[in-house]
């Protein structure tokens, strides 16, 4: 099956004047198959991470959505109506839900890594106990890995491991260190990694999706609508034409979308936009771009 992801920014989320079930709403009644709950972060103690990058008073293992506390010591601690929208997700063509941690700038990996220093990945891990709340409470099918600060294959291993354990996917979210993650795969074992969602915008403008097709997993390849850097700018035409290159070898991709090259037909397991916010008043314009680019 073909995949049609989206990444889902705070716009999910109950708070301040955002509307979720318009989210929701939206997403449902498009082509989408794969929201991508995003972006998720594990913050550890100053005892363990005396950093001072995670925020005052953090335990070890705290998961939060974006800025906002949702888990805590075992325990899900955010908006008490957040679970039903989540489940609301599934709806029309969707058939999975995922949770993305990490992104650009911020040490959840470096953090990820000194918790299971200090407390393994066993069930009294407070990792272990936070990620089977994520689990159980938002009824997430699988853990998106956008490792983008801490590149060390022995956390991503123990951390996919942890996770394939409790009967989760793992994806991986890369956008350069080709090198790395091919070694994350071995690691893992291919048949243990769902797919890659390969950044093709932004620090990743320049990739070609035929260069990562060959470390065994399936490819979801990104774009963007609007982000940088370097900036990134796609109309609903360059996506159309982007993947048109891609899964044909062949064509033209304005360089203010994409500046790489094709160089041979891929055969893509799907796309995905980053993110929600950027395409809102224009999802269905972008989703079925990427779906006839796809073919």
């Not at 509307?19 to 709950?37: C, E, F, R």
């Not at 995003?38 to 998961?63: A, E, F, R, Y």
């Not at 058939?95 to 959840?108: L, R």
Request: hydrophobic share 35%; aromatic share 10%; proline share 6%.
């Amino acid at each position: 099956m073909t995949v049609l992801a989206i990444y889902v920014q705070g716009d999910i989320y109950p708070e301040g004047s955002n509307d979720p079930k318009g989210v929701v709403s939206a997403i449902t009644s498009s082509k989408l198959t794969t929201p991508i709950l995003g972006l998720l972060h594990v913050n550890c103690s100053d005892q363990t991470c005396p950093d001072g990058k995670s925020p005052p008073g953090s335990h070890d293992g705290d998961i939060t959505f974006n800025d906002t506390l949702i888990i805590r010591d075992g325990e899900y601690v955010g908006d008490s109506s957040w679970p039903a929208i989540v489940d609301d997700l599934r709806g029309g063509a969707v058939t999975k839900i995922f949770a993305s941690f990490g992104g650009y700038g911020v040490p959840d990996f470096e953090r990820i890594g000194s918790i299971i220093g200090k407390y393994g990945t066993g069930p009294e891990s407070p990792l272990h106990r936070n990620f089977v709340c994520l689990q159980t409470t938002l009824g997430v099918d699988g853990i998106d890995f956008d490792d983008e600060d801490s590149y060390e294959q022995e956390t991503v291993t123990d951390f996919g491991r942890m996770l394939l354990g409790l009967g989760l996917e793992v994806t991986l979210c890369p956008y350069m260190n080709p090198g790395f993650w091919a070694g994350c795969i071995d690691a893992l074992g291919a048949g243990n990694v769902s797919w890659l969602n390969l950044q093709c915008y932004a620090g990743g403008k320049f990739n070609d999706p035929a260069d990562w097709a060959g470390m065994g997993v399936p490819v979801v390849a990104g774009v963007c609508a609007d982000c940088c850097c370097p900036q990134t700018t796609c109309s609903p035409a360059d996506v159309q034409a982007a993947f048109t290159a891609w899964t044909s070898g062949q064509g033209q991709v304005s360089s203010e979308c994409w500046s790489g090259t094709p160089t041979s037909a891929t055969a893509l397991h799907g796309g995905f936009m980053w993110n929600y916010g950027a395409v809102e008043k224009e999802l269905d314009a972008y989703v079925n771009a990427m779906a006839a680019g796809l073919g």
